[in-house]
């Protein structure tokens, strides 16, 4: 199947075009350098996103503490993770870079906080 | 805090940082994504990371003194300045003032979009801050207008937070935003981005109920229903104090002792240079007092 993507490795943005067979890369071509390989592959394969939120807080300073996946995750699982932050509430203060939910999905990743709240 | 900070390297020992917040950092806590830092600290993190980072160097540097949920009110030519802060208005008059006061969104008022006003259209930053500070979702069928990074990254942050995002809307031929956000704010989430479109009318009596679309080049319009339109279509230098003290052009102030530095000077797309030139600003305004 020929699947078509920017890659994001830098500002050109080339535009890849991509032979792939049920998650495996065959050929790919548009790119201008290696990193452009690279990255179609792993998008193919296993494309992966730090995900970025926030979390409910009881009894602290900010209603909202801001968080993010201390490691990628895979993309599919966006959304599950968002469910599962969405019924978590804080309630003891933490620093930058603490963990707030720690082996998010038993995925092996910390979600932190990337603010401090008393 | 970075021009403070490299004031204060330069040798300036008697510093006032002004904050209308109850927070330094200001819009970069709201910006709660990751791509900041990359230059300046050579590593990726999310706006909040990146503020904490100065504020701890601000908190030890122990000569700036910080005054929070301070407003400035006034200021004259000669650098005397009033600002109201909890309990009391404060005018004083440094021998230099750097100004770091920030943008403005451009409103829907400014971009001329026909139909009616009802609730539900907001800027994009201030959904940002509705949303990733306040903790409210301000709508669950959502249309973006314009496609600069801060409309990209809300459609994401919305399609996240459970809300749907119909489509983004952009006047021009390509996107104004970064591919990067393009690829995984809305291709990631399959959310439409119209090209060479614009929002020509917006309906609703009381909430916003639908917008109608139209290609610019062959007049055809569809509708997309929504109940929620964010606007998404730049900023503006925000420098009514440096109007107020009388200059005419407040990019080139031309007042002796008066620097400006970050979105107020120019709208930036990335902090690391908002960093790198309010250094500059911080070691101007130190040269200038060694000198005056």
């Not at chain 2, 000669?78 to 409103?107: F, H, N």
């Not at chain 2, 530095?261 to 500059?280: A, E, F, I, M, W």
Request: charged share 25%.
């Amino acid at each position: 199947m020929l699947r078509k993507m920017t890659c994001i490795e830098c500002p050109k943005g080339c535009q890849l075009e991509i032979n792939e067979e049920g998650g495996r890369v065959i050929s790919l071509t548009g790119n201008q350098c290696e990193k452009g390989l690279a990255y179609g592959r792993q998008e193919i394969e296993s494309p992966m996103r730090i995900l970025t939120t926030t979390v409910l807080t009881e009894g602290l300073d900010l209603k909202l503490v801001p968080v993010r996946t201390d490691k990628p995750i895979p993309k599919a699982r966006l959304l599950e993770a968002m469910a599962l932050i969405s019924g978590a509430r804080l309630t003891h203060p933490v620093a930058v870079g603490e963990v707030v939910i720690k082996d998010l999905l038993c995925l092996g990743v910390d979600l932190i906080a990337t603010r401090s709240v008393q | 805090m970075a021009a403070a900070l490299a004031a204060y390297q330069a040798g300036v020992k008697d510093i006032l940082l002004i904050e209308r917040d109850q927070y330094l950092g200001g819009i970069l806590n709201q910006c709660i994504h990751p791509g900041f830092g990359l230059h300046h600290f050579k590593t990726d993190l999310t706006g909040p990371e990146y503020a904490d980072r100065f504020i701890k160097q601000v908190a030890a540097a122990q000569e700036i003194e910080v005054s929070l949920r301070s407003f400035v009110v006034r200021l004259t030519a000669d650098r005397e300045l009033t600002y109201l802060k909890p309990g009391g208005m404060v005018t004083l008059q440094p021998r230099a003032l750097i100004m770091a006061t920030g943008c403005r969104e451009r409103t829907r008022e400014m971009i001329h979009i026909a139909g009616t006003r009802p609730a539900g259209i907001f800027p994009a930053g201030l959904a940002q801050k509705m949303v990733n500070i306040e903790g409210w979702l301000p709508g669950k069928e959502i249309v973006v207008i314009g496609s600069g990074d801060i409309g990209l990254i809300m459609a994401r942050r919305f399609t996240l937070e459970g809300a749907r995002v119909k489509a983004v809307v952009e006047i021009q031929k390509e996107s104004r935003g970064l591919v990067r956000n393009v690829v995984q704010c809305l291709e990631d989430f399959q959310i439409p981005l119209y090209l060479n479109h614009r929002v020509a009318l917006i309906h609703g009596r009381d909430r916003v109920e639908k917008v109608t679309v139209e290609n610019n080049e062959t007049k055809e319009t569809f509708e997309l229903t929504c109940d929620t339109v964010l606007v998404s279509v730049g900023l503006i230098p925000e420098n009514e104090l440096i109007e107020q003290a009388g200059s005419p052009d407040p990019a080139k102030p031309n007042l002796p002792g008066l620097f400006v530095c970050g979105n107020s000077l120019k709208v930036y797309d990335l902090v690391d240079n908002v960093t790198r030139d309010s250094q500059k600003a911080g070691e101007a305004a130190a040269e200038y007092l060694k000198n005056a």
